[in-house]
């Protein structure tokens, strides 16, 4: 009896340490309770399925499958799972493709990932396809799931340092263009031309030609033509085709013939010639002495009459 003993002599009664022992066993046995249920909790799993790890290019799509098996109890939280379109990264998610509705109840998600590669290294150069938490909510706590990154091996398009032999420089002579049939082009180009030389020609025969012949076919132009070539000792005979032009060329500038009586209705048709009435009469007169008459001083109506013819002339063009 000497642990009784002990209690009387301590002080503590028998009934006091009987209660002590019992509250000492329940603590016990409720953290053993404790330990079980958190080792018995429901435990995440993920499997991965990454793409190989090499031979990308920029505009490449990389994917990447998660799968995920989700025990009872456990929900997903939304806000957790990687969201698209973020922008600037040289590997970026476009697009996530999820198959499971990850409410409670104990089922598989599975998460299919597609990134893009956005990096033309001047060299290859490896990127992480990023890591990211899933987090699920339940009894009888919350889980977090982590998803490692996962290597992609980018190259550039062209290796920096090309081999020097021809045609495989850094610079490459420009690509010769693409032969075309101008062919067309010249038949179109000619008729063109044709067109606007006979155009040409029309207009300068309209306001070249046509004024400059008609200048030098005017009746006393003509007549001078016969007249300034001649001289007081030229025969008669040429003397009187002059007298001859002259009529002829005042014929045809009336258009009718033109006696001595018609000088005034002469000039009242031609004003122009209206300075040269007397010596139109005079011409008349002289004409008939020279065809008619005799006598007179032939030398001096010879002058006389290459000048009358000139006058004429200079009146017909308008500079008398």
């Not at 053993?32 to 799509?61: H, I, K, N, W």
């Not at 990134?115 to 033309?120: A, D, M, P, R």
């Not at 033509?225 to 025969?235: C, D, F, K, V």
Request: aromatic share 10%.
């Amino acid at each position: 009896m000497p642990a009784v003993q002990l209690a009387v002599s301590s002080g503590v009664s028998r009934s006091e340490l009987l209660n002590g022992r019992r509250k000492g066993w329940a603590l016990a046995w409720a953290a053993s309770m404790v330990c079980s249920t958190v080792l018995a909790a429901p435990q995440l799993e993920a499997s991965t399925s990454d793409p190989r790890a090499f031979g990308y290019q920029v505009g490449d799509m990389v994917s990447r499958t998660v799968t995920v098996d989700q025990p009872d109890g456990l929900t997903l939280d939304e806000t957790s799972v990687p969201r698209p379109g973020a922008r600037g990264n040289a590997l970026e998610l476009r697009s996530i493709e999820r198959h499971g509705s990850g409410l409670s109840g104990g089922r598989r998600l599975e998460f299919r990932l597609a990134y893009q590669v956005f990096l033309s290294p001047p060299e290859p150069r490896t990127l992480e396809m990023p890591s990211f938490t899933l987090r699920f909510k339940g009894e009888p706590r919350a889980q977090e799931l982590r998803i490692e990154s996962w290597p992609v091996t980018v190259s550039p398009l062209v290796p920096v340092d090309v081999a020097s032999r021809r045609g495989l420089g850094e610079l490459q002579p420009d690509a010769a263009p693409l032969p075309l049939d101008t062919r067309p082009g010249r038949y179109r180009l000619i008729a063109y031309g044709c067109a606007a030389l006979a155009l040409l020609a029309w207009l300068a025969h309209v306001y070249i030609g046509l004024p400059w012949w008609g200048r030098a076919h005017r009746p006393f132009t003509m007549a001078w033509r016969t007249l300034r070539g001649l001289t007081p000792a030229s025969p008669d005979a040429q003397w009187r085709e002059g007298y001859q032009r002259l009529h002829a060329a005042l014929n045809q500038s009336m258009g009718e013939v033109v006696f001595e009586q018609g000088v005034d209705r002469f000039v009242l048709a031609r004003p122009r010639f209206a300075p040269l009435r007397a010596d139109l009469a005079a011409f008349f007169e002289r004409s008939r002495v020279e065809f008619f008459g005799a006598g007179g001083d032939a030398a001096a109506d010879r002058a006389w009459l290459i000048d009358f013819c000139r006058r004429c002339r200079d009146a017909e063009r308008g500079s008398a």
